[in-house]
């Protein structure tokens, strides 16, 4: 889903945020395996570099929702619905 310029936009399923890039490479390749378009972002995490892993984006939140809780049973840990960009 793309904005009036051109840029993705709709709604993302956040399913982790790491400091060790290892960590999110490891959920990144469990979500991979499992079917799902993962997607890496730069974050800046308490002033501290991270990387934010996501799902989407999605052109509703229903079908957030739908992802979210496929990805949750995949990777057995807490995941969020937010607005993107």
Do not use: C, H
């Not at 979500?31 to 991270?50: H, I, Y």
């Not at 984006?57 to 607005?83: C, G, L």
Request: proline share 5%; glycine share 8%.
């Amino acid at each position: 889903v793309n904005d009036s310029d051109g840029l993705p936009s709709g709604w993302v399923v956040r399913v982790g945020v790491f400091q060790i890039p290892e960590n999110a490479r490891k959920r990144q390749s469990l979500l991979d395996e499992n079917g799902f378009s993962v997607n890496l972002e730069e974050a800046k995490l308490d002033g501290k570099a991270a990387i934010r892993v996501f799902l989407g984006p999605f052109s509703s939140e229903d079908e957030a929702e739908r992802m979210k809780a496929q990805a949750v049973m995949v990777t057995n840990d807490k995941a969020f619905i937010a607005r993107y960009p």
